[in-house]
């Protein structure tokens, strides 16, 4: 019995070394982990005694450090804020955690989301700068996409894992339903963005993908084998948080949002439209009907 005592004693202090040795060799403020996946970015103001944060959130990673870097450096924004920090995300989670509790100060989000929630009554979001309306089509590569339920039965087919998207999601299943077409006999493939459906659809991989035109789209499948699905669909939005009426801040953001848009590639998204005229002493909106479609 003593021996066993012995035993167990000695193996506990032999524990309690190596716990002390290992303790001692690593230093744990040195103990870091790799951020697996980023999902934000942050900068800080030159008033950075300031506790105010300006949060941004849009769907594009690019987009949110483009913006959030520049709104760093305005004078507006650093008279009423420490630090902006711009996160991104294209899941309908992250879009509905983001404007369904108010948490984004500055958001780009399609109206459906906003009304989805009430969001422009409950945390008075007002819409700063549009994109222009646009069409949803059918794209195949080697044909025009017949609307008829025989067609799609033996078709393999790409949509949106994006249930708020409109022209990759919405759209298209209204047209499966319109015909009376039951989906769990459709040969469906989801794609996580629209540049992957393109992707599908030239490697073959699915006949026909629901999405938008663009004019690079030429380059790989031709404009004679697209059939629309529904009258112009509004664009998207940027959205301003107004609880108070901080028209500096609207028209300081406005301004960067047109001059972002303006460097971008896609004609689409340089003909922005502003929604508020900024020219005068009194900031005043612009005709509610551009805003409303």
């Not at 003593?2 to 167990?8: D, E």
């Not at 403020?29 to 105010?52: G, M, R, V, W």
């Not at 209204?174 to 006999?185: A, H």
Request: aromatic residues 12%; charged residues 20%; neutral net charge.
């Amino acid at each position: 019995m003593l021996h066993k005592l012995s035993f167990v004693t000695l193996l506990f202090l032999v524990m309690v070394a190596a716990w002390s040795v290992g303790n001692v060799s690593v230093n744990s403020d040195e103990i870091t982990f790799p951020e697996l996946i980023k999902t934000s970015t942050q900068c800080y103001t030159t008033a950075s005694e300031n506790k105010n944060q300006l949060i941004v959130f849009t769907p594009s990673q690019s987009v949110a450090e483009r913006l959030t870097e520049s709104l760093c450096v305005d004078s507006v924004v650093t008279k009423q804020y420490g630090s902006v920090k711009g996160y991104w995300g294209d899941s309908t989670t992250e879009s509905f955690d983001f404007v369904g509790k108010g948490i984004a100060d500055l958001v780009l989000a399609k109206n459906n989301i906003m009304n989805a929630f009430n969001a422009e009554l409950t945390y008075n979001y007002q819409a700063v700068v549009g994109f222009s309306d646009y069409t949803a089509y059918f794209i195949s590569s080697k044909e025009k996409p017949r609307l008829t339920k025989q067609y799609f039965l033996d078709k393999r087919i790409g949509l949106l894992d994006y249930p708020t998207s409109r022209s990759g999601h919405i759209l298209p299943k209204k047209v499966f339903k319109d015909l009376n077409i039951n989906q769990g006999n459709l040969d469906i493939t989801y794609a996580s963005s629209h540049s992957e459906l393109r992707d599908l659809l030239a490697n073959g991989q699915v006949d026909i993908i629901a999405s938008f035109w663009k004019e690079s789209d030429a380059e790989r499948f031709s404009k004679n084998y697209i059939t629309p699905l529904s009258n112009k669909i509004s664009g998207s939005r940027w959205y301003l948080k107004m609880q108070q009426n901080n028209t500096d801040l609207l028209c300081a953001v406005q301004r960067h949002i047109l001059d972002m848009s303006k460097e971008q590639t896609l004609s689409y998204y340089k003909e922005a439209q502003s929604y508020w005229d900024c020219t005068s002493e009194h900031v005043t909106a612009k005709d509610e009907s551009i805003k409303n479609g």
